[in-house]
C-alpha cells in the first residue's frame, strides 16, 4: 500500500492550518484566517515572517541536526502566537531531494492505476520500494476522450521525510500535510494560469533556482540549478573587487542594467543568468521531446512566471525574456487569494511578499482541499 506524501490525519481535517516553508538558511511562515462577515469575508492574512535556520542544521535539503531545527521552530512558535501554534501544519519538502515523474498507465480504475504506479516506481526510482515515500495525482484531460491515463508521481525517500517529521513534532507543531514547494508556489500563484497553458515557474531562492514546469493543469516536471540571488552577488563582488555586502547595496540599485557596470562586471552578471537560461532551455526540450502528450497542455512554452526573493533583481525578468523569447512576468504571491477565497487587501507589497511565494501557497493549501 502507498503510502501519501500529501495526507490529511483524520480528525484534523477542520484544525485551521499554517505553511512552513524550510529551506537550508530560513523558515519562512505564513497563515490565512477567516474575515468575519461582516468585514467583508474572505480570507485574511494572520501572520507572516522569517526566521534564519544556523548553518549545517540542513545540507542538501537533508536534516542533519534536528535539535538545531527543532529549536528554530519552537522560536517561530513562541513569535507567531496561540492560534499559529495550534494550527496543523502544511510543510514543504526539499526539491533537489524529490522525484517527480509523468506515469502513463492503461484506461482502469483508481486501485489498478494505483498498482502499476508501484510497480512503475520500482523500475524508475533509484531506490528500494520500501524505502519510498510517494503520492500520485491524476492528470484529467481538459477536453475529450483519451485512451489511457496520465499521473503525475512526486516521490521521496522514506529517511528524508521522517527527519522533516520528527522536528516539527518535536518542536510541539502537528503536521497535516508535506509538500513539494513547487506545488505550494503553483498553488499561490495558479489563478493566473490557465489550464490548456504551458508555463514555467522560476522560483530564485539565495542559492538555488527551481524551475516548475506546469501544463495541461498540472506540475509534470521539476528541477533545481545551483544558482540563485548570492550567486550574483559574489560574481559582482569578485568582479569588483568589493565585499559581498556592497555588492548586494549594487545589485539591489542596478539589477542587471548594462550602463551601471563596467564590462567585466556586466559579463560576470549576465554569466549567472545565462547559466539560468540554459537550464531553461534544456526543461524546454524534455518538455517537448517527453511530456507533450499530456491532456490538453500547449505543445510550445507561452510563458514565464518569476517568484522567489532573487525574483526582485530589477531587468531579470526582461533579459530572460530577450534570451529566451519567451515573455517573463513577476509571480503574484496573492493570486490565489482570488476568486472562491474571497480577497483580502494584502499586508505588503508584492515586491516584499514574492520571497514569501511558497509559504503563502502552503498556507493557502489548508484554506481549502485543493
Known sequence: MKERLVQWIEGYIHLPSAGLDVS??????????????DAGGGLVLSCIGEEEVPEGAIVNGV??????????????????GHAFRASGMVVSLPEEKSFVRVFQTPKVGLREMAGAIRWKIEEEIPLPSED???????????????????????????GIVAAYVRAIEDAGFLPVALELESQAIVRAVAPSIKASETVMVIDMGRDRTSIILFAGGAIVFTTTVPVGGRTFDMEIASARGISEKEAVEMKKKSGLTKDAYDEKTFAAITRTAD????????????????????????????????SGGGANMSGLDTYLASVIRIPVMLANPFAGLHGT?????????????????????LALRGTSET
Open 24 to 37: 537550508e538558511h530560513s523558515i519562512k511562515y505564513a497563515q490565512f484566517l477567516p474575515r468575519p462577515r
Open 63 to 80: 536534516v542533519e541536526k534536528i535539535d538545531v531545527l527543532t529549536a528554530v521552530l519552537k522560536k517561530i512558535g513562541a513569535k507567531a
Open 132 to 158: 519510498v515515500i510517494y503520492d500520485f495525482e491524476p492528470i484529467h484531460p481538459i477536453q475529450g476522450e483519451i485512451d489511457h491515463h496520465d499521473a503525475v508521481v512526486t516521490a521521496f525517500p522514506r
Open 275 to 306: 547559466t539560468i537560461a540554459e537550464e531553461l532551455r534544456r526543461v524546454i526540450g524534455y518538455y517537448q521531446e517527453h511530456i507533450t502528450h499530456v491532456h490538453g497542455g500547449s505543445s510550445t512554452v507561452q510563458s514565464m512566471l518569476l
Open 341 to 361: 477565497l474571497g480577497l483580502a487587501v494584502p499586508p505588503m507589497l508584492r515586491e516584499q511578499a514574492i520571497s514569501f511565494t511558497a509559504a503563502i501557497g
